[in-house]
């Protein structure tokens, strides 16, 4: 069985959409997935199973809305890709400096180059942005509460969903699945 990290999107945030990480975890293990594990308490998931990621996040979704009354994106990422992901974090400087004003977009399909160039063009502040294939890293020096480049706006850019964390907490599901 392969080790997968499945983020949620959006739970558990300013109040909203509130899930108990142990609700998410007796979830998995009716679904049959095995030595499920979470990270803090917004949505961060390490479980093994023998599906396919998209097949995982097909099903997640569906069963998370069946049986939770849960309606949320999922994002799953073998531990191979999520490995794939941080070694291909174009900000190291900002992941030593300030990991936690680095973010990592996780997205449901990859982004093209057209995107990627619109949504640069499209910063009004000092943000940096970067992306390849299904992740986009993204760089808030002067802060992310209060910047103008939100997750609509990311999404609405890049021509698909995705969910960030920031690289304090990658590093940490990297750890989990010994990537």
């Given at each position: 069985m392969a080790l997968?990290?499945?983020?949620?999107r959006g739970i558990n945030v300013g109040g909203n959409r509130k899930v108990a990480?142990?609700?998410?975890?007796?979830?998995?293990?009716?679904?049959?997935?095995?030595?499920?594990?979470?990270?803090?308490?917004?949505?961060?998931?390490v479980f093994r199973s023998d599906?396919?990621?998209g097949d995982l996040e097909h099903l997640l979704e569906t069963e998370a809305e069946r049986r939770l009354g849960l309606?949320?994106?999922f994002f799953v990422r073998t531990a191979a890709e999520w490995k794939e992901a941080v070694a291909r974090n174009p900000?190291?400087?900002?992941?030593?400096?300030?990991?936690?004003?680095?973010?990592?977009?996780?997205?449901?399909?990859?982004?093209?180059?057209?995107?990627?160039?619109?949504?640069?063009?499209?910063?009004?502040?000092?943000?940096?942005?970067?992306?390849?294939?299904?992740?986009?890293?993204?760089?808030y020096p002067a802060g992310i509460g209060d910047s103008r480049?939100?997750?609509?706006?990311?999404?609405?850019?890049?021509?698909?969903r995705?969910?960030?964390r920031n690289w304090n907490t990658v590093l940490k599901l990297a750890a989990l699945v010994g990537a």
């Open positions: 997968n990290v499945a983020l949620l990480m142990s609700d998410l975890l007796g979830f998995l293990a009716k679904l049959g997935l095995a030595d499920a594990q979470s990270l803090l308490q917004s949505g961060n998931l599906a396919r990621a309606r949320t994106d900000f190291r400087a900002a992941a030593e400096s300030d990991p936690s004003h680095l973010v990592v977009m996780f997205l449901k399909r990859a982004t093209d180059a057209t995107g990627v160039r619109a949504l640069q063009a499209a910063i009004t502040g000092p943000e940096l942005v970067s992306a390849e294939g299904r992740q986009a890293y993204i760089v480049l939100t997750a609509s706006m990311i999404d609405r850019m890049l021509g698909t995705g969910t960030g």
